[in-house]
């Protein structure tokens, strides 16, 4: 590279080169304190610079919002009932067409139109209005920003919410319109979609299962009368149907398989791909009765609406025949492991041979003893009996009967409202995180010799723990938690214990915690980049191993 310069300098090329190296006119210039604010992810910070302009420039057009469109939405401002029909089959961004975010603000502003507006990007005359800022009298369809299912807590701008005004809008965003009420035919181009957003025909434009078969090859059906076709009377597809719209109907395994396999048959798609609607029932009646003693298939209910959605955890097959991990049909009953609870034990081992493994290929020697504590003392806090009722579906004196400690459950459904019923019956505060309970525990006199002892070694892996699901950048969420349980954890002989009183003296979530000021001091030692890389070992190492648990598990 070097001696290209200066053979370009040599030449004629003196103004060429000296154009190249001159920052553009209009060129950002990214300064510290926007880094700053970007590395502070969990809460986002309320001065939150643009990425766009640093992503794209400052062309106008560049910066985009994504534009899914659900048929399953009900007709009423029901916030709520949105999110958590959303939640049973989140968006994926195979399902959403790309909209330019000043066309989207505007269209919002003009009550759902865009009259005289030139759709390939150019709408400068309609700038001045936009710089209003807020929605037209004439009111658009009803829109959701979606930000996923964290609504607890989250700062005004950080949850899943219907848009007040066009200024809500932030680029990246993921905007859901139910399929009734239309925009699709002033927006941009949706193959194959009808011109009336009211006839039959236009259920087709949303194609949630099909986009989650095809990111992340899950299998989802949705019966529900606004995307299920069913058939004729007494057919597999109207018996389903019937089944969704009453919820009082209860089916053995065996019963559901074979209604699974039959409405398969009748709907007739191509065996060969197996993400079509015919393969995803097909994977769902086949694993129906593979889970030991019950049921694999996962029934959500819609939110006071008939309707459920059917799901498992065992991904589709890439090829027809083949399990999810490419394997045949005879050898996926190894694959029932990663459905399994997984004791707490068995999960850490897991995780430090899974470490173990990246670090022999990564230069990380300086900084291996931090990440290796840190795996080994991560899912600590999960030893509170109430963390354990959840996980076990139970109360926190049940749970105090078992003599193990689980750091997977294998039966916690991914629906938001389940997971709260189930922290609900475990007495469990809204909001607490276990990674923040394992900072504690390894803070306490015994704990503690558990990590390194050299004192930024030893900080990096406190930092590593709290942040190994994302969170504590730079604080935890808040908790009320007015009656903590003594939590106690046996290690190496001895036993590592948190009493009621200690817990009630020093919150783990609380802003006195420590967190943000380890969080700040790592960022200034090791860089925005640098403290990044870290923390993704050690949640990669997590990740995999979760994934992927050893037999034993």
């Known amino acids: 590279m070097t001696a290209a310069v200066d053979a370009l300098r040599a030449t004629d090329g003196q103004e060429t080169l000296a154009a190249m ?3 553009s006119g209009d060129a950002p210039i990214l300064l510290p304190a926007y880094l700053d604010c970007w590395v502070q992810t969990n809460p986002a910070p309320a001065a939150d610079p643009d990425i766009a302009l640093f992503l794209h420039g400052p062309q106008r057009d560049m910066a985009e919002v994504q534009v899914c469109w ?9 916030e709520k009932a949105w999110i958590e029909t959303l939640a049973l089959c989140p968006p994926t961004t195979l399902e959403c067409l790309p909209v330019p975010l000043h066309l989207m603000r505007l269209w919002l502003q003009n009550g ?7 759709t390939s990007g150019d709408a400068a005359q309609d700038i001045p209005q936009l710089e209003k800022n807020r929605l037209a009298p004439s009111q658009p369809p009803r829109t959701l920003i979606w930000r996923g299912t964290k609504t607890r807590r989250a700062a005004a701008d950080e949850a899943s919410r219907f848009i007040e005004k066009s200024g809500d809008i932030r680029p990246g965003d993921t905007l859901i319109l139910r399929t009734q009420d239309g925009g699709w035919q002033s927006l941009g181009h949706v193959p194959h979609a009808p011109a009336d957003p009211l006839s039959p025909a236009a259920a087709s434009v949303d194609c949630a299962e099909r986009g989650q078969a095809r990111m992340h090859r899950r299998a989802f059906v949705r019966l529900h009368r606004a995307v299920w076709s069913a058939g004729e009377k007494n057919t597999p597809t109207w018996q389903l149907s019937e089944w969704a719209d009453n919820a009082d109907l209860e089916w053995r395994a065996a019963e559901v398989s074979e209604m699974l396999t039959a409405a398969a048959a009748e709907i007739g798609d191509a065996d060969s791909d197996p993400f079509s609607l015919a393969g995803r029932l097909r994977h769902l009646a086949r ?8 049921s694999g298939l996962e029934v959500e209910y819609y939110p006071g609406d008939g309707g459920l959605v059917l799901s498992v955890r065992e991904l589709l097959p890439t090829t027809a025949g083949a399990s999810a991990d490419g394997s045949s049909e005879e050898d996926a009953e190894a694959l029932l492991e990663a459905d399994q609870p997984q004791e707490l034990c068995d999960h850490t081992t897991d995780v430090l041979a899974q470490l173990g ?3 022999a290929l990564l230069p990380l020697a300086a900084w291996r003893e931090a990440l290796i504590a840190a795996a080994a003392v991560h899912d600590w806090g999960k030893v509170d009996p109430r963390f354990q009722a959840m996980l076990r579906g139970t109360t926190p004196f049940a749970a105090m009967a078992s003599t193990t400690f689980l750091a997977k459950s294998g039966s916690i459904t991914s629906s938001a409202a389940a997971r709260r019923a189930a922290r609900d019956r475990a ?4 909001g607490f995180r276990h990674e923040m309970l394992s900072v504690q525990m390894a803070e306490n006199t015994v704990g503690a010799t558990a990590l390194p002892a050299a004192p930024l070694l030893h900080a990096l892996a406190l930092h590593l723990i709290a942040t190994h699901h994302g969170y504590a950048r730079p604080f935890a969420p808040l908790v009320d938690d007015e009656t903590p349980l003594e939590v106690s954890l046996p290690m190496n002989g001895t036993t590592i214990t948190v009493t009621e009183a200690e817990r009630l003296a ?5 802003l006195a915690s420590g967190l943000a000021e380890r969080f700040w001091q790592m960022n200034r030692r090791y860089g925005w980049w640098g403290i990044a890389y870290l923390e993704a070992v050690l ?3 997590d990740q995999t191993a979760s994934a992927n648990p050893s037999k034993s598990s």
Request: charged share 30%; proline share 10%; hydrophobic share 35%.
């Open 287 to 294: 694993w129906t009765l593979r889970r030991r003693g019950h």
């Open 21 to 23: 190296l001159s920052p």
């Open 112 to 118: 759902g139109k865009l009259p005289g507006t030139d």
């Open 539 to 541: 949640r990669l190492a």
């Open 357 to 359: 493994s990246t670090l």
């Open 506 to 510: 020093h919150p783990a979530h609380a």
């Open 427 to 430: 007495e469990l505060p809204e």
């Open 70 to 78: 659900r048929a399953d939405l009900r007709d009423v401002a029901d």
